[in-house]
């Protein structure tokens, strides 16, 4: 089963090749591969993130952890070139890099020279020879945030080598109990349901959002719809609510901003009044759409917002939800949100609705965007569930921190 692991992994890289000639965030990850330098450290702490989403899903433990151990450096890894090119400069750590490919030689010179005390990963990812190598060094290795379903390859009876991975993680912290029953079949034992970390991050952000004072001017008096991290399907339908209801305000915020990206939604909005972020500043006619054509601002935009749809649903899935439900406000997505719990919390507690067509968007928006008395109905529940569920990364720490 290792050398199949072995041969995939080649593959993979031998692959990526061929799709860098004309994906970006290929050539990113193997130009991050080429070009990564690790610097000998000392009894560091480790923490992987598979990309941005995770990064902000693990930043609260990350905070604390640094916080409680100041004497020991911080190393970044992500996979992705979403999590390395945006954060590869945080000062949260002394150290990020790309995660090497994971083979045995690169696992053990990496482990080596980081010579990490700890190591922490974040919900996905979970690598053999990274594994292996730190249980052979006896480091403690975390999973935080953690989600287990039945179909993923745990669970298969072709998934061995993944169940050996498993064996090889010194505690399990868990989103939920269905996971840790999951886990229990396994025979797992080392295992605490400390919940999802991304409640204790977006709450706290939610408390101290950063003020955007070009925002509020734009929103005026009006009720503002927020659509983010959109894609091109979403945008296609979210187009059509705008003459329906001339009386709001809508903000875009795409998941990608490329040029030709940004392009394609201006076609579609309505021209006369919708302008760029990047030129809202020299932009005095009427407006009642504005497209954010930058990364960051995203999560302090929904403090402005009184309805946010989350893109992705047409896609590989939504992502995340959590951010606008904890400033309080119904939220819309695609169909597309089955391995997401908190997605499936919320439409039980009836503050999210999913939609799969133009026409049951439009009814379901201007239920909420008609009727104020249902709209704050609504907030209110989503903004008492984000409330509800803050305290995993404390659970977490305390854990980690009686055990070193």
Known sequence: MVQLYNIAIIIYYCLAHIVAVFNKKAGLWLAGQKNNTVEPLASSIWFHFASL?????????LEQMKLLYPDKPIVITFFSPSGYE????????????????????NAAKFIST???????????????????????????????????RPGQVF??????????????????????????????????????????????????????????????????DHKLFIAGSTWSADEKLLATLIDKHPDWKFIFAPHEIGGEKISNLVNILPKDSTVKYSQLSTHHSPLTTLIVDNIGMLSSLYQYADIAYIGGGFGAGIHNTLEAAAFGMPVIFGPKYDKFKEAKDLIELNAAFSISTEAELLTTAGSLMDDEIFRYRTARTSKKYVEEHVGATEAIVKYIKAKH
């Open 53 to 61: 989403g995770e990064f902000e899903q693990g930043r609260p433990v």
């Open 86 to 105: 945006v954060r590869k400069n945080t000062p949260l750590a002394n150290a990020v890099y790309y995660l090497p490919l994971d083979t045995a030689q």
């Open 114 to 148: 980081i010579k990490p005390a700890m190591v922490i990963f974040t919900k996905y990812e979970y690598w053999y020879h990274y594994f292996n190598e730190l249980h052979k060094q006896h480091v403690p290795l975390y999973i935080i945030s953690g989600i287990f």
């Open 155 to 220: 669970f298969k009876w072709y998934g061995g080598l993944h169940r050996n991975m498993l064996k090889l993680v010194t505690w399990f912290f868990v989103q939920d109990a269905d996971s840790k029953h999951l886990l229990q079949g396994l025979g797992k034992s080392n295992i605490t349901i400390s919940g999802d970390t991304r409640f204790d991050r977006v709450w706290a952000n939610a408390q101290q959002p950063r003020e955007l004072p070009e925002i509020a001017a734009f929103k005026g």
